[in-house]
């Protein structure tokens, strides 16, 4: 571990984890919401060509590789603005277009480039310098903070745009912004996990946070903690084990994703069993029922027939003892 | 200003439709402040299109449309105008609290800059109060049943108090017990001066509650007057049509209703 500190290369390469690993779920669960889990990917292929142009002009591929991807970002949102059936087509030729120029440009410019090549689709967190560290922990910073200010609209719109449209919500600038940030994180987490396995961290962090939790607030917090987990982690086993840093995270997001999942099934049994269902009702019980209710901690419970009912997922549940289970014991003022 | 227009709702001639595509036209349309209108047709007949209309949701092909006051394009504050949709996707691909749903109805009257903080959960307590579901705020909407969920939506539209409140079918999947309450809501609402457009198959729900009756058909306006002139006008199109159980001897003037009521 000290040793591992001690190296200087090891050091940028853990901070770089940790930015990755905070900021690409904090996008990713949007894209989640939005049924776009792959988007990531597409955009990633297109940050490929941003990189080959850096890569032949001998300018930083980083810097082009923004400006591609930030590109392909707002060229989906306004594709899937206009909503047509050949939006999806149009996608498809973006995603493949970007990856293919990328490989032609990168061999045009130099054959000895592909070990390059291999270092963005893949990653190469240990090359990467102390000014490109501080560049993206500055991407970072803004990308979750914009994520912070806006997360609530951002929830709206990608949860149901035609409401949000008729509450009068800026639809199609908040798409345009999320996109920005998704291409924004594609090419900070370039360097650490690599273009073509980005995706994998902006999605299965979320994925392992919804089986632990029916509040979006909590899941989003789950998320960032699964994700710094599996980045920062993973940067450290890969020097252990001597394994590819970017593959090695993301098979450690999905071992963290399966021990969620087991947690969340656990958890469900467990509860099943220490809680007891009332018998069925002919009725459902509330404020105009006629029958008493008492607050009972974050619910009410009903009396009547000697019975304490309090609602739990579609039946009740007695409550004459105290063995029962918090719906959400989250506050939900997000 | 001092004067508030009475008209909330305004179309002269005015056409709805998908894609340059028309679906409604030729509507004349005017509601006054308070009122209660029921709209009332077959399916695909053109409801949903019309009261998007109201909203920007449908394309506004041709004529006049104004609400409350204002050309639709220009009217800003678009809390105002409250929705219920007919279909629903609460939350996308991941899951949320009943609170955090509702919650979203009340982000449009707050500046970007400023998330809703913790003064944001007294009004959406109580719009859930208000259809029933106040010990259901914190449970993940996913787990409550299809008339739940609708009711769900409903408290989102009512959360920043709309003066307009645009509904689509809001009791389609809800219980009777549910269904009275619900009319309960709306004749409240109703009484407080809110004005109301409502999408409904059952008429019957709302006895009591709706003043005027609108009926769409193949995209026109084919009924727009009281719940006691439309039965007449069913009875008329029953007679024209020289068949059917509402017989020339009127005996079923007074149901009311389409056949989908009972
Ligand atoms: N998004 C859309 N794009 C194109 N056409 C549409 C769209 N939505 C509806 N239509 C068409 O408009 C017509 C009217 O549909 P609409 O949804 O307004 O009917 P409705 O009266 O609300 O029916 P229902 O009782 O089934 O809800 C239908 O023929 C439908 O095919
Ligand atoms: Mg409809
Ligand atoms: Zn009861
Ligand atoms: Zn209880
Ligand atoms: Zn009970
Ligand atoms: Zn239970």
């Known amino acids: ?334 | 200003m001092l004067v508030r227009s009475t008209e909330v709702v305004r179309l002269h001639q005015a056409a709805f439709g998908y894609q340059g595509r028309p679906v409604v036209t030729d509507v004349d349309l005017s509601v006054r402040r308070g009122e209660v209108v029921a709209v009332l047709g077959p399916n695909g007949s053109g409801k949903t299109t019309l009261v998007k209309g109201l909203l920007g949701l449908s394309e506004h092909l041709s004529g006049e449309v104004s609400v409350l006051g204002t050309p639709l394009a220009r009217l800003r504050d678009r809390t105002r105008v409250g929705y219920v949709p007919q279909r629903h996707t609460l939350t996308g691909g991941v899951r949320a609290t009943v609170l955090e749903v509702v919650l979203t109805g009340l982000l449009s009257s707050r500046p970007w800059w400023r998330p809703l903080g913790r003064d944001a959960l007294t009004p959406a307590l109580a719009a859930l109060d208000t259809v029933g579901l106040a010990d259901r705020a914190r449970f993940d909407v996913e787990t409550l049943s299809g008339g739940q969920q609708r009711r769900v939506l409903i408290a989102r539209a009512l959360v920043a108090r709309p003066e307009v409140l645009v509904m689509d079918e809001p009791t389609a999947g809800v219980d009777r017990t549910s269904q009275q309450v619900l009319a309960g809501v709306l004749r409240r609402l109703g009484e407080a001066g809110t004005t109301m457009v409502v999408v409904t198959h059952e008429l019957s729900a709302l006895r009591g509650v709706v003043d005027r009756i609108v009926e769409v058909d193949s995209g026109h306006l084919t009924y727009d007057g009281t719940p006691e002139g439309y039965a007449v006008h069913q009875a008329e199109l029953a007679r024209a049509a020289g068949r059917g159980p509402a017989a020339p001897d009127g005996r079923h003037t007074r149901t009311g209703e389409t056949g989908g009521a009972r």
């Open chain 1, 1 to 334: 571990m000290s040793e591992m500190l001690s190296l200087e290369f090891m050091r940028t390469a853990l901070l770089a984890a940790l930015c990755v690993g905070l900021v690409a779920p904090m996008v990713g669960i949007f894209l989640v919401q939005r049924r776009l889990s792959l988007v990531g990917d597409g955009i990633g292929h297109v940050a490929l060509a941003g990189v080959a142009v850096g890569v032949a002009t001998q300018n930083s591929p980083v810097w082009s590789a923004l400006v591609a991807a930030v590109l392909a970002s707002v060229l989906i949102e306004l594709v899937r603005a206009r909503g047509r059936t050949s939006g999806d087509l149009a996608l498809a030729l973006m995603f493949y277009g970007g990856i293919a120029a990328g490989v032609v440009i990168i061999n045009r410019a130099d054959g000895a480039q592909t070990g390059t090549l291999t270092g963005f689709l893949f990653g190469s967190i240990t090359t990467t310098s102390r000014e490109e560290l501080a560049l993206f922990a500055a991407l970072s910073v803004v990308i979750a903070g914009v994520v912070l200010l806006l997360r609530q609209r951002f929830f709206a719109v990608a949860g149901d745009e035609e409401y949000a449209r008729a509450s009068g919500l800026p639809v199609l600038a908040l798409n345009i912004v999320l996109g920005v940030l998704t291409a924004v994180t594609v090419v900070v987490a370039m360097r650490v996990i690599g273009l073509l396995l980005i995706s994998a961290l902006m999605v299965i962090p979320n994925a392992a946070a919804q089986q632990l939790s029916g509040s979006f607030r909590a899941a989003g917090r789950w998320a960032v903690g699964f994700g710094v987990l599996a980045s920062v982690g993973g940067v450290m086993a890969s020097y252990q084990l001597d394994t590819a840093a970017g593959g090695t995270v993301v098979l450690l997001a999905i071992a963290v994703f399966v021990a969620a999942a087991l947690a969340g099934s656990l958890r469900r049994a467990l509860a099943r069993r220490r809680h007891r269902h009332a018998e069925r009702h002919l009725h459902e019980h509330g404020p105009d029922c006629g029958h008493a209710a008492v607050p009972h901690g974050d619910h009410v419970d009903y009396l009547h027939d000697g019975h304490r009912h309090a609602a739990h997922e579609g039946h009740y549940d007695e409550h004459a003892d105290e063995a029962h289970v918090q719906p959400e014991p989250e506050e939900a003022n997000r």
